[in-house]
Nanobody, 116 residues
């Protein structure tokens, strides 16, 4: 499984960005697609998760501001980020797994910087 994340950049507080994660390889069994982030000095944390049954899960800190979605025809997962805050600054990673708790495949990360 190969994951290619893109869409990061520099944005002002209150702005928006959309991250994309293009998947290729043996992805037919990857039922769970997720976005994680890691800020300097912090552990990597789950931001949002979507399953093949369209179960959605969000970190409390992003609920109401971020939306995860998937386009199965394009094998791509998106993270729409609105009302961005400086504390959202981090490297964002997409991940794929067959089920929650299984081995996780990672993309290379894309940097999001929110200026105040």
């Amino acid at each position: 499984v190969q994951l290619q994340a893109s869409g990061g950049g520099l944005v002002q507080e209150g702005g928006s960005l959309r991250l994309s994660c293009a998947a290729s390889g043996s992805i037919f069994s990857m039922n769970v697609m997720s976005w994680y982030r890691q800020a300097p000095g912090n552990q990597r944390e789950l931001v949002a998760r979507i399953t093949t049954g369209d179960f959605l899960d969000y970190a409390d800190s992003v609920k109401g501001r971020f939306t995860i979605s998937r386009d199965n025809a394009k094998n791509t997962v998106y993270l729409q980020m609105n009302s961005l805050k400086p504390e959202d600054t981090a490297v964002y990673y997409c991940a794929a797994e067959r089920y929650i708790g299984d081995r996780r495949y990672w993309g290379q990360g894309t940097l999001v910087t929110v200026s105040s």
